[in-house]
């Protein structure tokens, strides 16, 4: 018995470092899965590798309505129906001050860390089977910030205010809406923010610098993320709706 038998799920960032980690761990788990992201050659190995009969690549801009509408229509079509939408698909920007940081790079941070996931909020909603569950890939910077991180901090606080409205929308249902919000992960996503927020030579001393404000002393797995995943879009968690679900080790309290 696997925790999502009969389950199909559609995973935005899916050739990501978490989103192909969930991808693994819901097939793992019984889950058939749509995998989209911008990354076309990453999809089709990742589907590839989990078989044709499991996994179906649709690669898609979270930003472009029409394209995430196209996307959910397929997964429907050829699994019948849609049970699980976890939008992860997520852009950092640059580190700067507020005064300084660049209206570029902060819209366009917005468009695929908001737009998107309130897109596929709007398409994948409609479509889901009653009793299904959304889980929205925040941060814990969408819980705190730091200095420098203003479009991602802003773009990963917006998303709580979303998840709060789909989840209050979606009850009658039996549609569960969640956010997740994971620390410092080790992956390449978030080495390139650590070199860049703290000046250090090497990967090794950036993380160092970050483990010191985590109180479990380590960065989360991508592994431990799609467990996390798993439990939010699994029945197990039934009741647990409207959540900001923290995953750092600590590091927001
Ligand atoms: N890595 C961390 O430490 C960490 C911590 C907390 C939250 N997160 C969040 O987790 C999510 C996944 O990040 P990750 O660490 O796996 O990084 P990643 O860079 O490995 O994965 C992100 C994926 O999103 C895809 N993507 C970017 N823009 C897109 C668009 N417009 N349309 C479709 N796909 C697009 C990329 O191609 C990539 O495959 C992000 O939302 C990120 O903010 C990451």
């Given at each position: 018995?696997?925790?999502?038998?009969?389950?199909?799920?559609?995973?935005?960032?899916?050739?990501g470092s978490i989103g192909a980690a969930t991808a693994r761990r819901f097939v793992a788990e019984g889950a058939r899965v749509a995998l989209t992201d911008l990354d076309a050659d990453a999809l089709d190995a990742l589907a590839a590798e989990l078989g044709a009969d499991r996994a179906l690549a649709l690669p898609a801009d979270v930003t472009d309505s029409g394209a995430v509408a196209d996307a959910v229509a397929r997964a429907v079509e050829r699994f019948g129906g849609l049970d699980v939408a976890f939008a992860n698909a997520g852009v950092f920007g640059a580190v700067a001050p507020v005064v300084d940081y660049p209206e570029d790079v902060f819209d366009r941070v917005m468009a695929v860390n908001v737009r998107?996931?309130?897109?596929?909020?709007?398409?994948?909603?409609?479509?889901m089977r009653d009793g299904g569950s959304m889980i929205i890939n925040s941060s814990v910077v969408g819980l705190t910030a730091d200095p420098g991180i203003v479009a991602y901090a802003t773009s990963k606080h917006a998303l709580v205010g979303l998840?709060?409205?789909?989840?209050?929308?979606?009850?009658?249902?039996?549609?569960?809406?969640?956010?997740?919000?994971?620390?410092?992960?080790?992956?390449?996503?978030?080495?390139?923010?650590?070199?860049?927020?703290?000046?250090a030579a090497t990967e090794a001393e950036a993380a160092r610098a970050f483990e010191a404000m985590i109180p479990l002393d380590r960065h989360a797995t991508p592994e431990e993320v799609a467990a996390a995943v798993l439990f939010l879009a699994s029945d197990e968690s039934a009741f647990l709706t409207g959540a900001t679900v923290p995953l750092d080790g600590g590091m927001s309290v």
């Open positions: 018995m696997g925790r999502l038998d009969h389950k199909i799920a559609f995973i935005t960032g899916a050739a998107g996931p309130f897109l596929v909020a709007k398409h994948a909603l409609a479509a998840m709060r409205t789909a989840a209050k929308e979606m009850a009658p249902r039996g549609i569960r809406v969640n956010t997740l919000h994971p620390g410092p992960v080790a992956n390449a996503f978030q080495h390139r923010i650590e070199l860049t927020a703290t000046g």
